[in-house]
């Protein structure tokens, strides 16, 4: 996910140019650029600058719950029909990873009593060395900051027959008893009726709610927890950062909405029946999550890069921004595929939704939500900046998040990690990948600008105060220092490791670990691990214990500026803006 909030943005990049600019005419900028008339954002500027609190650069069918949902066409299951869902290098992935888990999910939503009515299968390998006697799903739509969303279960069943399943700790963690201890290597069927409720008070980032007549679905069902270390893996339900902790799975879903709504999924959605709704069956293989964005209003623009076709959906009078987000899209998707590897899925679909909470976009496996804001060129607070500062032509805030939100496809969606346990694995690389997009297309200079603003001077200010450990849980941040030191820190250590080992050990080291844990969920370790198979296990070693376990860190390790002898000379400008705290030097 690509977390900001605006007014930072502006004091951030007022600071980086104080050098060559005052501060009023920076701010003009951007008041002229759109942010006239806005007070309640302009409002939040400038109390932002006073505080400076980084969250950083992140038709109707009812039924009732306990009703079996109407009948709907059911879906197939081959693997042919899988493969479909991968790309020709992946697709004989499909049978060796034969036993990931298979959810069958038939569904109906009801945009007017705001629901999703639906009954869910998960076909479960046993993959561990001991038998297995409870499973447990995580209902995130249960969790407080969804407000109220919510997720209701009925008729839960192992192998066809009726357990007494329990929910425990806010009604977010559901303990199913196995009808019989599930062996190492057998499998048995989970089943159960759901009813999902749909939030309208934006809670959540925004990524589970209905707004201005568009859906955004993320955790709309009930989604299997991750067995790890002989326990299962049940992470507080945290308000800040990212819920999905998945293993891969296929999702066979097949989904009914009224006519003229167009429903955008994870998977490649194929459309099976017309009558009084529509039907869709959606298919992706080897997912991290199943995400939907429904709307009656969605336009489309579409381009191919090599073997995926990339959708941007958008609302009616967006279409410059919904361009401009496709460009970006199949831009930054040619250099990853060439410099990561080749991209999983034959379809991304992008979609604008309204976003909150400080989020710009969020990554779903085959699914990007970008806020609606951006596509606004005139509302773009990086916008007026090219014709500020020299070598740059233009720049845009929207290109950076969607080349971080592309980059998640790679980093958290093909290769897995933990995003509570520790973000840094998939925010950093991806921060970094964001960056590494404006090098290589928009220009160097483009890139350090985007570099020095975005990610090193919230870290700089965090600093200021002392460095902290990268390799810590969501809930052990601030909200200031989440977004500096997992965003921040975690991408300019990417730098610093491209400096020490040289381009051709580097992105040697960034393909084989792409290569070899796609489809896997990797910690810590795994990634020292592979750093040592590069380059050695010493420089893994040392690199690790500095960037990662190390809290030490100074303005001296970061990497040097283009814009002067050392690294964000603007700092002590937008150090003026701030009130020092009675009794604390912040130097």
């Known amino acids: 996910m690509q977390q900001r909030t605006t007014c930072i943005i502006i004091g951030v ?8 600019c005052s501060f009023a005419g920076i701010a003009g900028v951007f008041l002229m650029r759109g942010f006239q008339g806005q007070q309640e954002q302009f409002a939040e500027f400038q109390a932002t600058a006073e505080t400076i609190t980084d969250e950083a650069i992140t038709e109707s069918f ?5 009703e079996n949902p109407p009948a709907v066409p ?3 299951a081959d693997a042919s029909d899988l493969s479909t869902a991968l790309t020709p290098p992946f697709q004989d992935a499909i049978t060796q990873h034969a036993d990931v888990p298979l959810y069958r999910i038939e569904a109906r939503f009801d945009p007017e009593a705001l629901t999703i009515t639906g009954n869910q299968t998960i076909t479960l390998t046993n993959t561990e060395d001991v038998p297995l006697d409870e499973i447990y799903l995580r209902l995130y739509a249960n969790a407080p900051h969804f407000n109220e969303g919510a997720i209701t279960i009925d008729d839960v069943q192992v192998d066809g027959q009726v357990v007494d399943s329990q929910l425990e700790r806010d009604e977010i963690d559901l303990n199913i008893p196995l009808s019989q201890s599930l062996a190492p290597g057998e499998s048995q069927t989970i089943s159960m009726n759901f009813t999902t409720t749909i939030p309208t008070s934006g809670g959540g980032y925004g990524i589970f709610n209905a707004s201005e007549g568009v859906f955004s679905l993320y955790h709309w069902h009930p989604e299997l927890a991750i067995y790890k270390d002989g326990a299962w893996v049940l992470h507080p339900a945290a308000d800040q950062g990212d819920l999905t902790n998945t293993d891969s799975a296929h999702y066979i879903v097949t989904l009914s909405v009224p006519e ?5 999924t994870s998977g490649i959605e194929n459309e099976i ?5 529509h039907t869709y069956q959606s298919i992706n293989a080897l997912s991290r999550n199943f995400a939907m964005v429904i709307s009656d209003q969605f336009e489309v623009l579409s381009q191919e890069v090599d073997d995926t076709v990339i959708n941007s959906y958008y609302l009616p009078g967006s279409e410059t921004g919904a361009q401009s987000a496709l460009d970006a899209a199949a831009e930054s998707m040619i250099l990853f595929n060439e410099r990561f590897g080749p991209y999983v899925y034959p379809e991304l679909d992008i979609t604008q939704i309204e976003m909150g909470g400080g989020a710009a976009g969020m990554e779903s496996s085959g699914l990007i939500l970008i806020g609606s804001s951006y596509y606004d060129p005139e509302l773009d607070p990086l916008g007026g900046f090219g ?3 020299e070598g740059i032509d233009s720049l845009s805030f929207l290109d950076f998040v969607i080349a971080h939100e592309v980059a998640h496809q790679w980093w958290y969606s093909t290769v897995g990690s933990d995003a509570y346990e520790q973000p840094w694995i998939d925010e950093g690389l991806t921060n970094w ?3 590494f997009f404006f090098d290589e297309v928009r220009g160097e200079v483009a890139g350090q600008f985007m570099r020095e603003t975005l990610l090193g001077l919230p870290y700089q200010l965090t600093l200021r105060q002392g460095d902290q450990r990268l390799d810590q849980p969501v809930d052990q941040f601030d909200q200031n220092d989440y977004g500096a030191i997992v965003y921040g820190k975690g991408a300019l250590m990417y730098d610093v490791l491209r400096q020490e080992l040289g381009d051709e050990l580097f992105f040697d080291f960034l393909q084989q670990y792409y290569q070899q844990h796609q489809f896997g969920h990797i910690d810590g370790a795994t990634w020292r691990q592979t750093l040592a198979d590069v380059a050695g296990p010493e420089v893994a070693d040392a690199f690790y214990a500095k960037w990662v376990e190390g809290d030490a860190i100074t303005s001296d390790d970061l990497p040097s500026s283009t814009f002067g002898p050392g690294l964000f000379d603007g700092l002590d400008a937008l150090e003026q803006l701030l009130p020092t705290p009675e009794g604390e030097d912040p130097r």
């Open 74 to 76: 059911q879906p197939s």
């Open 13 to 20: 990049v007022a600071a980086l140019v104080a050098t060559t």
């Open 273 to 277: 029946a017309t009558n009084e709704a």
């Open 387 to 389: 014709s500020i500062v």
């Open 433 to 435: 990948s964001s960056t």
């Open 62 to 66: 009812p039924t009732s719950p306990t």
């Open 260 to 264: 003229g709504y167009t429903a955008v």
